[in-house]
T-cell receptor, first 114, second 108 residues
Framework: SAVISQKPSRDICQRGTSLTIQCQVD?????MFWYRQQPGQSLTLIAT?????????ESGFVIDKFPISRPNLTFSTLTVSNMSPEDSSIYLC???????????FGEGSRLTVL | DAKTTQPNSMESNEEEPVHLPCNHS???????IHWYRQLPSQGPEYVIH???SNVNNRMASLAIAEDRKSSTLILHRATLRDAAVYYC?????????FGKGTSLLVTP
């Protein structure tokens, strides 16, 4: 199994600022992903974090708004840039271990933008 | 990924079995059937997955129809801790695309 830790667990931010969320995995995962969960909604995939190269974004998400880094197999960051109240969501990091079908998730980072 | 259809909500009594259905009539031959659940205020957690044969683990059983167009997640004895949103997801790639899931209410 894998344990995924996210920081911060929650934050309140001002409109127009940016926040970087960190994700640390205790095992080497082959794949890492970032999801968003808006209030009362299901999870939406933002992007696949690729080690040492640019992330692969899903339709509706762009690098300028959600820059992602993954410098090694166990760490990734997601930045929410130029935030607006519509960005208030829970952001979740997940990872897949090699040779398994399971995705492991962090507890999420709850972001409130005022 | 192919689409899945689940009931919005279900209710069960504690200590009774629960059968959560999922329809996936457009499933392809390479799609695995995954089930995850999300407890309140937590990230999703893996429950079970399978391809063609029924699967059992410590959490649940997965019954897959012979034509693979539907599946059922079986919780053998529901507990209050099993109250969660259960997601049925088809996947043949790397990431999982979550639908709306079934919200399971367990009553004492």
């Amino acid at each position: 199994s894998a344990v995924i830790s996210q920081k911060p667990s929650r934050d309140i931010c001002q409109r127009g600022t940016s926040l970087t969320i960190q994700c640390q995995v205790d095992s080497q995962v082959t794949m890492m992903f970032w999801y968003r969960q808006q209030p009362g909604q299901s999870l939406t995939l933002i992007a696949t974090a690729n080690q040492g190269s640019e992330a692969t974004y899903e339709s509706g998400f762009v690098i300028d708004k959600f820059p992602i880094s993954r410098p090694n197999l166990t760490f990734s960051t997601l930045t929410v840039s130029n935030m607006s109240p519509e960005d208030s969501s829970i952001y979740l990091c997940s990872g897949r271990l090699a040779g398994t079908g399971e995705l492991f998730f962090g507890e999420g980072s709850r972001l409130t933008v005022l | 990924d192919a689409k899945t259809t689940q009931p919005n909500s279900m209710e069960s009594n504690e200590e009774e079995p629960v059968h959560l259905p999922c329809n996936h009539s457009t499933i392809s031959g390479t799609d695995y059937i995954h089930w995850y659940r999300q407890l309140p205020s937590q990230g999703p957690e893996y429950v079970i997955h399978g391809l063609t044969s029924n699967v059992n683990n410590r959490m649940a059983s997965l019954a897959i129809a012979e034509d693979r167009k539907s599946s059922t997640l079986i919780l053998h004895r529901a507990t209050l801790r099993d109250a969660a949103v259960y997601y049925c997801i088809l996947n043949s790639g790397y990431a999982l695309n979550f639908g709306k899931g079934t919200s399971l209410l367990v009553t004492p």
